[in-house]
């Protein structure tokens, strides 16, 4: 071994800027101004910060109901009978759930939490799909008695399922999940049983052959953020095989199929060039090419589709309002009404990293998990007359990993500026982490312009309330 110290080297395939990456030597024109966000839904986010704090997520009502709206009437107008669910993971705030709920939404869990979560919206067990790779036998057990469609994921959950069914007078509709090469890379091979190699058809005929089960659903899920639709129809056409031969069998017919989720919003990855509207396929692109399969159909032969949407669904609608705390990287001149010649900004151009300005904000990867994957847009609240420059934009943790862009064009900022982020409001509530900081409120901006808390900043008594402090620690007996 080399007694030379060999620093890790490290690609872009994490999506971060190299120092000496394009964007860093472009010396072309910016334009002169950036976008920026003062309002949502008409309500000014200044505004918003100093009624509720800062860092604040927002959500716009208007947009999680346009949003299931149009994924509705892309998939009823080419296929009427398609059903939807909506994915608890994604975000299971109770505001938010129940908007999809009333727009007609079932309910897609993972878990024994989330189920609970679901009942106690009053969502009744015929309404919930069970999917993910462990359901707790108790939590089974409630569900199986509440008549959920349980997914199941492997041989051990089938045996178990056979088990806890036993004493059934009358068959309960299961599903089993599958996994198909779709042409997308990676395959998600984790969950559920192969289509491929035989296994998918060996458990759908471990089921079939079970009085006390019936097969429901044939449901696959191929990953998340799919950009190609094309991708779906492959996956329709598997199943509807699988389907087919399961028939032939078993004079079965598998009333449903679900293709699970993964549709995309309007994020970016790293690396990817946009606007988003030109690269991010529309809905009705995945309504065409899925309804074109089975529609192929005779129509007697013709299942249910079903879809467990999520990111597609909440993420545009979420919004992460935070504000600068403090400025870094001095040579760039940051501070409002600064100077900004030629001269520094090329300084900073060719310094790259030591004349780079960057910003530490209130919020940072604590509550933007996805800011791994996506370039998650900053956008100020006001006009700055300045032209942007590439800075850096770090979270307020203790961590030199906390960094939510490592390089985004932004104009000069002073402390106190918001800038909001956006879009955020898939997986980032639901992944948040409560390190160091109390997590923020959460404002759901209703139809009518209204904004409503729909969860409270968290205080010491949320996070201390499960804790005890044993008697000899000086804690109450
Ligand atoms: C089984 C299942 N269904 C649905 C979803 C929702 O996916 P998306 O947010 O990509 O729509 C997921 C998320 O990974 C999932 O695992």
């Not at 449901?219 to 996956?235: E, F, N, Q, R």
């Not at 192929?296 to 935070?322: C, I, M, N």
Request: with cysteine; proline share 6%; hydrophobic share 40%.
């Amino acid at each position: 071994m080399s007694s030379e110290y060999l620093p890790p080297s490290v690609g872009a395939e994490l999506g971060r800027q190299a120092l000496d990456a394009q964007a860093e030597r472009n010396f072309y024109a910016r334009g002169a101004c950036s976008p920026t966000l003062p309002e949502i839904d008409g309500v000014s986010v200044t505004e918003l910060i100093a009624q509720f704090g800062s860092p604040l997520f927002v959500f716009s009502e208007n947009s999680l109901r346009d949003q299931a709206r149009r994924m509705r009437e892309a998939f009823r107008s080419r296929y009427d009978n398609t059903q939807f669910a909506w994915s608890y993971k994604t975000n299971y705030l109770n505001a938010i759930c129940t908007v999809f709920h009333q727009e007609g939404w079932m309910a897609e869990v993972v878990s024994d939490f989330e189920y609970h979560k679901a009942r106690k919206l009053g969502i009744p067990g015929g309404n919930i799909i069970f999917n993910g790779p462990y359901k707790p036998r108790s939590i089974l057990e409630r569900a199986i008695s509440e008549g959920a469609l349980i997914q199941i994921d492997n041989w051990d959950e089938l045996s178990l399922v056979e088990e806890l069914t036993r004493h059934l007078s009358k068959p309960l509709d299961v599903g089993i999940r599958v996994w198909l090469d779709a042409g997308i890379r990676p395959v998600w091979s984790k969950f559920g049983f192969s289509v491929e190699n035989g296994e998918a058809g060996r458990a759908a005929d471990r089921v079939a052959r079970n009085s006390r089960l019936r097969l429901h659903t044939l449901h696959t899920h191929i990953g998340t953020y799919i950009l190609a639709p094309g991708a779906y129809a492959v996956a329709a056409a598997k199943l509807v095989a699988l389907r087919e031969q399961i028939f032939a069998e078993h004079q079965h017919l598998v009333p449903c199929i679900n293709l699970g989720g993964g549709f995309p919003s309007h994020s970016l990855l790293h690396g990817m060039e946009g606007p988003a509207e030109r690269v991010i396929p529309p809905i009705e692109a995945y309504a065409d090419a899925i309804a074109e399969v089975l529609n192929r159909l005779p129509a007697k032969k013709r299942p249910q589709l079903r879809f467990e949407s999520g990111r597609h669904l909440v993420d545009d609608a979420g919004y992460l309002l935070t504000s600068v705390v403090a400025i870094k990287g001095v040579r760039h001149p940051v501070a409002v009404n600064a100077d900004l010649t030629g001269r520094d900004y090329k300084d900073q151009m060719l310094l790259g990293e030591q004349a780079r300005a960057s910003y530490v904000m209130d919020a940072g990867v604590n509550l933007l998990y996805t800011a791994t994957w996506y370039q998650i847009n900053a956008l100020p609240a006001r006009v700055v007359n300045a032209p942007p420059s590439p800075v850096r934009l770090y979270g307020p943790l203790c961590m030199s990993i906390d960094v939510v862009r490592y390089s985004v064009d932004l104009p000069p900022l002073s402390v106190g500026d918001v800038v909001t982020l956006h879009p955020v409001g898939a997986y980032n509530l639901s992944q948040s982490m409560q390190f160091i900081c109390y997590r923020p409120a959460v404002v759901l901006i209703d139809a009518n312009g209204k904004p409503e808390i729909i969860r409270a900043r968290e205080v010491l008594d949320d996070i201390q309330r499960p804790e005890r402090l044993p008697a000899h620690l000086g804690g109450k007996a």
